[in-house]
C-alpha cells in the first residue's frame, strides 16, 4: 500500500485499522479511542466511554478504570444485603452474614431476612438479690445496689413479701400457707421448705355465702360434710307459724341447727373442700 494513503506508513498495518476515524490508525496511534487518555494507561483504549476519571455507572463495567466495578453504587449501607446491579437497576438480596447490633448486650449477632438480629444475649446476673443488674447497649454490665423496699427473694419458702435493706435481703411476713380450706391446718415446714395442710376433723364452720351448716367430715379428713333444712319443713313451719311473708323470711335466716321441733336431713353429696370462717356448732347464715 502506498505509504501516501497508508495511515500508519512506518507501522506495519494490513488491515489499517482505525477505532476513532482519525488521520492515524490504530497500530501508530497512541489514544485509539480518542478519549484524551493514553492507550497505555487506559484501561479499555478502545472504549472512548471508559477511562480514568469517567462518572461510573450501574452496569457491570469498570467505567473509571479504577479497578472496581460500579464502586458499590447500589451500596445501601445495610451489611445484611448484597447489593449490585442488575441491568441498570440495583438490587438488595438479603444474606445471613454475622453482622454487629450495636449493642455489646448481644455476643453472636447474626442477619436475618435483611436485618441484624441480636443472638446470646450477655449474662449480667451477679446472683445477688439485691442488685439492679443491668446491660447498657454501649458499657455492658452494671450491678448497682438496690434501693431499700426493691422486693427480693430470701431463699425460704416459709417467708413471703421479702425486700432489700442496705443491699441486703431480709425475710418478710412469714407465709400462712393458706389453702382456704378449714378442715386443713395450714403450716410451713422450714426443714423441708414446703407448705403443708395437715387434714383435720376438728372445727364447724359457716359460709356466709351458703345457708348450709357445715363441718369437717371424719369419714373424709380435709372434707366437709353438708347439712341443709329440707323445702318441706321450712314450709310447714311457715304455714304453722302463721306468720306472715316477711316474717316467714325472717325466721328463714334463723340459727338452722338447734331450733326445737325441725328436724335436719343429710344432703348426699360428695365432699368438698370446705370454704368458709370457722364458728361455734350453733350458726346464722
Request: net charge negative.
Amino acid at each position: 500500500m502506498p505509504d501516501t494513503s497508508d495511515n500508519c506508513p512506518l507501522v506495519k498495518n494490513a488491515d489499517q485499522a482505525n477505532n476513532d476515524g482519525d488521520a492515524q490508525g490504530d497500530a501508530c496511534d497512541p489514544d485509539d479511542d480518542n478519549d484524551s487518555v493514553p492507550d497505555e494507561t487506559d484501561c479499555a483504549p478502545l472504549d472512548g466511554n471508559v477511562k480514568p476519571g469517567a462518572i461510573e455507572l450501574c452496569d457491570n463495567i469498570d467505567n473509571d478504570c479504577n479497578g472496581k466495578t460500579d464502586d458499590n453504587l447500589c451500596d445501601d449501607g445495610n451489611p445484611c444485603t448484597d447489593d449490585k446491579c442488575q441491568g441498570t437497576d440495583c438490587v438488595h438480596t438479603p444474606n445471613n452474614n454475622p453482622c454487629d447490633d450495636g449493642t455489646v448486650c448481644t455476643q453472636s449477632d447474626k442477619c436475618v431476612d435483611g436485618v441484624c438480629k441480636g443472638n446470646n444475649p450477655l449474662d449480667c446476673n451477679d446472683n445477688k438479690p439485691c442488685t439492679e443488674d443491668k446491660c447498657d447497649p454501649v458499657t455492658g454490665c452494671s450491678n448497682l445496689v438496690a434501693p431499700n423496699g426493691f422486693p427480693c427473694e430470701d431463699g425460704s419458702v416459709c417467708t413471703i413479701n421479702d425486700t432489700c435493706v442496705e443491699g441486703k435481703c431480709k425475710a418478710g411476713v412469714q407465709n400462712p400457707c393458706n389453702d382456704n380450706n378449714v378442715c386443713t391446718i395450714d403450716f410451713c415446714d422450714a426443714l423441708q421448705q414446703t407448705c403443708v395442710h395437715q387434714p383435720t376433723t376438728a372445727g364447724e364452720f359457716t359460709n356466709p355465702s351458703n345457708p348450709n351448716f357445715q363441718s369437717c367430715n371424719a369419714a373424709s379428713p380435709g372434707f366437709c360434710k353438708v347439712y341443709v333444712m329440707q323445702r318441706a319443713h321450712r314450709r310447714l313451719r311457715d304455714q304453722e307459724s302463721g306468720e306472715t311473708a316477711r316474717a316467714a323470711e325472717s325466721r328463714r335466716r334463723a340459727p338452722l341447727f338447734g331450733v326445737a321441733g325441725l328436724p335436719l336431713s343429710i344432703c348426699p353429696r360428695l365432699p368438698t373442700p370446705c370454704q368458709g370462717v370457722r364458728a361455734s356448732p350453733t350458726f346464722r347464715v
